[in-house]
């Protein structure tokens, strides 16, 4: 891990900020590049907070859970990238009073305690590797539930807004666009037209109206670049968050990758100057269809 670190929690900083990062590949943990180097300039204006809680779109699953053990381990839930991914660990601890206090909070909403199930997925090191690279804070995920409506995870996430008022700062993880089979091997900065038009849209309605986000679901554009919802619901978390204020999330990375993913990041509180471009995403291995992944 790096020396590069944020100190002692900041307990007198208020409302901690709320985070939607545009992941791409896991190789982005291991590699500097626009993207990665605009995630580090934004961990450096950080407050440290008591705890991460963190929606992974790679904790996808049909029921909402917390992670809830003391020490979650750093799951490698991809195919075909090298060792050296493989090998990299996030030993961030866990918070089990967190989890139990997300439990409580989204009542009467049910959130069960995983105490040994899961732990941190890519979704979720390949972004913190950058914002908080001595895994110095205790990390919490929560699961993204496959059998709700799009629009219970507006409802919960308006129920974990005050959690940022006692010290938990709320990382969401995804991608606005994310369709694997039309990727590009060959242009890592390249955008389709329709990538573009969506992601967009989604910027627009954030900065108009996040309360109403899943207008964009009706977007021409929709089904082509959300063809499936996992990476797109982690979005609908920080909407819900900043539905729940009254504020106006920021686009504050932009940028694209292969073609056919947003690595667009998107703040409330944070301190990046919005609309710092990025590029050279990290890119997927060329012997595994992409769609095969797990990216």
């Not at 409302?15 to 990665?36: C, V």
């Not at 849209?201 to 009706?218: N, Y």
Request: net charge negative; proline share 8%.
């Amino acid at each position: 891990m790096s020396d590069e670190g944020q100190g002692l929690p900041d307990r007198d900083a208020g409302r901690m900020p709320a985070l939607f990062i545009g992941h791409g590949s896991p190789m982005n943990t291991l590699e500097r590049n626009g993207f990665t180097n605009a995630w580090r300039s934004l961990g450096r204006g950080l407050p440290r907070p008591s705890a991460l809680l963190v929606i992974s779109a790679h904790w996808y699953f049909g029921a909402t859970a917390v992670t809830a053990m003391p020490k979650p381990r750093t799951i490698h839930d991809f195919y075909g990238f090298p060792e050296a991914l493989f090998d990299f660990d996030y030993p961030a601890l866990g918070a089990p009073d967190v989890a139990q206090e997300v439990a409580d909070i989204a009542k009467p909403l049910w959130v069960g305690l995983d105490r040994d199930q899961w732990g941190l997925d890519h979704g979720a090191w390949s972004v913190l590797a950058h914002l908080y690279p001595q895994a110095d804070v205790p990390v919490v995920q929560l699961s993204i539930n496959a059998l709700r409506p799009l629009d219970y995870h507006v409802d919960l996430a308006a129920r974990l807004a005050p959690l940022r008022d006692s010290g938990v700062m709320i990382l969401a993880s995804g991608n606005v666009v994310h369709n694997l089979r039309e990727v590009q091997w060959k242009q890592p900065n390249a955008v389709f037209d329709w990538a573009e038009r969506f992601d967009d849209a989604v910027v627009a309605q954030l900065a108009d109206a996040p309360d109403d986000i899943l207008k964009v679901c009706e977007h021409p554009d929709y089904a082509r670049a959300v063809p499936t919802p996992d990476h797109f619901i982690p979005l609908l978390y920080l909407a819900g968050l900043a539905a729940a204020e009254g504020s106006r999330p920021e686009a504050i990375v932009r940028g694209y990758s292969m073609g056919s993913l947003s690595m667009t990041c998107h703040a409330i509180g944070a301190d990046l100057p919005a609309g710092t471009d990025g590029e050279n995403a990290s890119v997927l291995p060329h012997d595994v269809p992409a769609d095969q992944t797990n990216v």
